[in-house]
């Protein structure tokens, strides 16, 4: 089996491939597991892991100018799919952040949570959310198995799903509202969360991950 973590020059690259691999032990899967930035080989891989990290113009700007946007388009009509953070974002229709076109893969937008956000007991909340926060899954899915409801996962954001239909939301947290957090459907499933900074929950995700035939 190859893994392919795309390398679009937008992301914590190797924090997500060690993690990946960690996640391989886990699972004792033979892998190949590989960063690359070669469509070709994006083109060849059983399975794709697209992370992304900073601000979504610039990544989608670095997807395109890379010439991997066609292979990562590909792949999301027949791999099983992660996307990660921005890698996440960049499936949805458009963003807030700098009026950016995405790829389109799911119906809705993303934006910015509003300024001046506070808490239950009226703290003031920052943009971007930024640390540990809960996640309720909202359906059932094979890459909860042995994650439990409300695990703690770490964010680092300031813009968020708005699907335009709720099927494909997986997964929930609060910021204080509620946001759509893990979307999915069919092969692709992509969190706002970053996995690889996410301890053992984030391991099991990838290792559920490397396991599933969808």
Same mark, same amino acid.
């Given at each position: 089996?190859?893994?392919?973590?795309?390398? &679009?020059?937008?992301? %914590? @690259?190797?924090?997500?491939?060690?993690?990946?691999?960690?996640?391989?032990? $886990?699972?004792?899967?033979?892998?190949?597991? +590989?960063?690359?930035?070669?469509?070709? !080989?994006?083109?060849?891989?059983?399975?794709?892991?697209?992370?992304?990290?900073?601000?979504?113009?610039?990544?989608?700007?670095? $997807?395109?100018?890379?010439?991997?946007?066609?292979?990562?388009?590909?792949? @999301?009509? =027949?791999?099983? +799919?992660?996307?990660?953070?921005?890698?996440?974002?960049?499936?949805?229709?458009?963003? !807030? !952040?700098?009026? #950016?076109?995405? @790829?389109?893969?799911?119906?809705?937008?993303?934006?910015?949570?509003?300024a001046n956000r506070h808490d239950a007991n009226g703290g003031k909340l920052k943009v971007p959310h930024m640390g540990w926060n809960a996640?309720?899954? #909202?359906?059932?899915?094979?890459?909860?198995?042995?994650?439990?409801? =409300? #695990?703690?996962?770490?964010?680092?954001?300031?813009? &968020?799903?708005?699907?335009?239909?709720?099927?494909?939301?997986?997964?929930?947290?609060?910021?204080? !509202?509620?946001?759509?957090?893990?979307?999915?459907?069919? %092969?692709?499933?992509?969190?706002? +969360?970053? #996995?690889?900074?996410?301890?053992?929950?984030?391991?099991?995700?990838?290792?559920?991950?490397? =396991?599933?035939?969808?």
């Open positions: 089996m190859k893994v392919a973590v795309v390398d &679009y020059g937008m992301g %914590n @690259l190797h924090s997500v491939l060690k993690s990946v691999q960690a996640a391989q032990k $886990l699972a004792g899967l033979q892998a190949d597991i +590989f960063l690359t930035d070669k469509p070709d !080989e994006v083109f060849a891989a059983d399975k794709i892991i697209f992370p992304g990290q900073g601000a979504m113009p610039d990544c989608m700007g670095a $997807l395109q100018q890379s010439g991997l946007g066609e292979a990562v388009s590909d792949s @999301l009509k =027949n791999k099983p +799919f992660f996307g990660i953070c921005v890698g996440a974002q960049l499936l949805f229709n458009h963003s !807030e !952040e700098g009026d #950016t076109a995405g @790829l389109g893969w799911f119906a809705g937008d993303v934006k910015r949570f509003a996640v309720r899954q #909202t359906q059932s899915h094979p890459l909860f198995a042995d994650i439990a409801q =409300n #695990t703690r996962f770490y964010f680092v954001h300031s813009y &968020y799903f708005a699907p335009q239909n709720s099927d494909i939301v997986l997964g929930t947290s609060e910021y204080p !509202e509620e946001f759509a957090c893990i979307v999915g459907q069919d %092969n692709v499933f992509a969190t706002q +969360f970053h #996995t690889e900074k996410s301890h053992d929950g984030g391991l099991l995700l990838l290792r559920n991950f490397l =396991n599933w035939q969808p």
